[in-house]
């Protein structure tokens, strides 16, 4: 037997016998559940280099789930979420995680940030059995080899990657890099790369890689100068990125420079200045500012009367938390750990207002939605 299948025997085997106690008039609390709340946890790096876009994604995560409270929760309970800070350390989002489910005892985990931390965290999730919703990265294991208990929202960075490679195609911009990181995320990305520059010649196209947390920069970027390439996409959290992006200029590179979707922040956008307009981004939800999506409209309208600018990296929080919504309705009333997951599995394809996800027995599609835009002035992002 699996490990996979082992956690999910045992999760059903847990709500089997909670159930049996109910029915002999005893009570049995499924972690998290409480008469009137119900609790959500989440490990993510609210400091560290991907700090900026965290904040937002929950910021609209909070967005959606205080609606959600306003209007009397789900079944009369309200959704509390309790958010860690693990600084985008992978070792750390596994202690947080332990934190979460053995001693705050929260009923599912949501929006953790970044594949190795995904992973981690994973490893508590599995022996208890609690889902995991909304991993805030687009790695490919994640898709193509689905857990059980995880519950993918936005697309693949593989396909981001193909997108921009095939944009810049377009554009006549044939000698491509990729500077990527030095763990699974990097791994990740190298493949898509690999994948999308197939038809380029061998010399054509090249892979930087750097340490995830502490990065040559210097060295990276004299390397990408000597291999003089028409564009460069950079795959790092956003500190790296920001610092590849200033020490190009320095040095003047005059490759087109693009990012992915984990620095679609607006923070990050406007922290680079002038540094920034023309910086090619691919994000993986519809325009947070535009109406033309039902989910960018409704979290326009959110955002207005909580008075903060929406971006795109809250309308990825704002999406995520209606999936997380839908699982704990789908969960019934009396909600337990193996019910959210044979709910969602239960969905098929989820409408989010725009992109869509897909669940279902061995399937875990999250939305393949994927545009470019472009920073413009004073670090906003247009097509």
């Known amino acids: 037997m699996t ?46 280099p991907a700090g900026e876009q965290v904040k937002e994604l929950t910021e609209g995560a909070r967005l959606y789930i205080d609606a959600v ?69 687009g790695a490919a294991t994640f898709f193509d080899q689905p857990d059980p208990l995880l519950f ?32 699974t995320f990097g791994k990740d990305t190298e493949i898509g790369f690999n994948n999308a520059t197939q038809k380029l010649s061998v010399d054509a196209h ?21 291999f003089a390439p028409q564009a460069v996409i950079l795959a790092c959290p956003s500190t790296t990125a920001r610092a590849m992006i200033e ?26 200045g002038a540094l920034g307009r023309g910086v090619v981004v691919s994000q993986v939800m519809p325009s947070p500012v535009r109406s033309t999506s039902r989910l960018g409209r409704d979290l326009a309208a959110s955002a207005k009367a909580a008075g903060v600018a929406p971006s795109y990296a809250m309308m990825e929080g704002y999406a995520s938390a209606r999936v997380l919504v839908e699982g704990l309705k789908r969960a019934g009333k009396t909600p337990t750990r193996a019910s959210f997951v044979a709910g969602l599995e239960s969905a098929g394809t989820i409408d989010l207002g725009g992109p869509e996800v897909r669940y279902g027995p061995s399937i875990r599609k999250g939305s393949n939605y994927v545009e470019l835009t472009v920073i413009g002035p004073n670090g906003t992002f247009v097509r």
Request: hydrophobic fraction near 45%; glycine fraction near 10%.
């Open 69 to 137: 409270n306003r209007a009397g929760g789900v079944y009369g309970r309200k959704i509390e979420l309790l958010s860690e800070d693990d600084g985008f350390d992978a070792t750390a989002s596994k202690q947080h995680a332990h934190t979460l489910l053995a001693d705050k005892q929260v009923f599912a985990l949501f929006l953790p940030r970044g594949t190795p931390n995904t992973e981690a965290i994973m490893t508590e999730a599995r022996p208890v059995g609690a889902p995991v919703v909304a991993p805030s990265t």
């Open 3 to 48: 490990s996979r299948n082992a956690a999910l025997r045992g999760a059903f085997a847990r709500a089997l016998f909670g159930a049996l106690l109910l029915g002999s008039g005893l009570t049995m609390a499924e972690p998290g559940v409480m008469q009137d709340k119900i609790l959500i946890g989440q490990t993510a790096g609210f400091t560290g």
């Open 206 to 226: 090249h892979i930087f890689t750097v340490d995830r947390l502490k990065p040559d920069v210097a060295k990276a970027a004299a390397e990408v100068g000597r």
């Open 247 to 272: 020490t190009f200029s320095k040095q003047g590179t005059l490759a087109q420079l693009a990012v992915l979707s984990n620095n679609a922040g607006l923070a990050f956008a406007q922290s680079l």
């Open 152 to 183: 993918v929202v936005r697309a693949k960075y593989q396909t981001e990657i193909a997108e921009l490679v095939n944009y810049f195609d377009t554009l006549g911009l044939r000698r491509v890099a990729l500077v990527n990181v030095n763990d």
